[in-house]
């Protein structure tokens, strides 16, 4: 460590982003605990999920907490008694979840995202829009060669969210994917789909979110609510407008399945059984992921070339950053370089 103090981005008060929920302070270099250690942050991407924390969709877990859970940086010091492959010098990503319990119902049959003592850098515990962060060890992970410290950081979210709702989508080989938003977690999304050999419809707002998707591959682009040229296979809704619920599975073929990826939705409007869930359609949530699924994602980045669209911010632009997320103004997945 250079200094005893640092950087970092607290939660004052949580509200909507003019009203300036988020405050620049000088506080002290986060001690890593047993088990932990502690990581000089180089960069952290900039997360819907963040949004949700400062504008108070989330309910407070930690009040005046640092939100940022897509960190990638430099272990520089290992907390008491910590036992663990990673040394001083290793980079390495700090990622939402960080804590399970390892022994209830759900964990010990491979379920651990939905631990009930679960906790999540940014929003139990302090996260990455600082200088310094710490995290368990066991939670941190490698990360795959070939990526700059700002390509690499969305993946650790937006990445392996996206991979886990592609999983939970159910997509047959070679199948129709609906993807309904197009933000961070989005084109990356896209980006496995298309490699594992998906045909992309794209339904999102915004013409800049419309280029990149055409520019990734997308077999075809429309307005968020608009019905794809075919029906699909499986869908993906990343954009947390609940509204969007009914045309994604109304454009569902027989068997589809739409998978929910956002932790926060806005409410969902009646469901007519038969004009969206008859012939064996499904509508699945995502919660979080399993460090399993991160080391998949990860290993698939490592040998697949994901592109990663990251609008560059200062880390003292963190509440500009977030703000400009609010409006829709970033195509892809913003960044914050310490």
């Keep these: ?21 988020l405050e620049l302070v000088t506080a002290p270099v986060p001690e890593p605990a047993v088990g932990d250690v502690l990581v000089a942050v180089a960069a952290c991407g900039v997360c819907r999920t963040d949004l949700h924390v400062a504008e108070g969709d989330l309910p407070v877990h930690r009040p005046r907490v640092t939100p940022g859970h897509e960190v990638v940086g430099e272990v520089v010091a290992l907390g008491p008694d910590t036992v663990s492959d990673l040394r001083p010098g290793d980079r390495v990503g700090v990622a939402w979840l960080r804590h399970t319990c390892g022994h209830c119902r759900f964990c ?14 940014g929003w139990d515990a302090d996260g990455g829009y600082a200088e310094y962060v710490t995290a368990p060890a066991d939670f941190v992970h490698r990360l795959p060669d070939g990526y700059t410290d700002d390509e690499v950081a969305p993946l650790l979210c937006a990445g392996i969210i996206g991979y886990r709702s592609l999983m939970r989508a159910e997509l047959p080989a070679g199948g129709r994917l609906g993807i309904y938003g197009f933000g961070g977690s989005a084109h990356i999304t896209a980006q496995v789909a298309l490699a594992q050999g998906a045909e992309v419809h794209v339904m999102t707002r915004g013409a800049e ?69 008859f012939q064996e359609r499904q509508l699945r949530s995502v919660t979080s992921n399993t460090r399993a699924d991160a080391r998949e994602f990860l290993a698939f980045a490592g040998r697949h070339r994901i592109e990663v669209t990251t609008p560059r911010y200062r880390l003292d632009q963190a509440d500009a950053a977030l703000t400009d997320l609010s409006s829709g103004r970033i195509a892809g997945a913003a960044v914050l370089l310490v």
């Design 108 to 121: 010990v049959r491979g379920q651990e995202n939905l631990c009930p003592q679960s906790r999540y850098t």
């Design 1 to 21: 460590m250079t200094s005893a103090t640092m950087r970092a981005w607290q939660v004052r008060a949580p509200g909507a982003m003019p009203t300036h929920p």
């Design 209 to 277: 979110a419309r280029e990149l998707a055409v520019t990734l591959g997308a077999a075809s682009v429309q307005g968020a609510s608009d019905r794809p040229p075919v029906p699909l296979d499986a869908a993906i809704l990343f954009a947390p407008v609940g509204e969007l619920v009914l045309p994604a599975l109304e454009a569902l073929d027989r068997g589809g399945t739409l998978a929910v990826a956002g932790i926060h939705l806005s409410d969902i409007p009646s469901l007519n059984y038969h004009a969206h869930l």
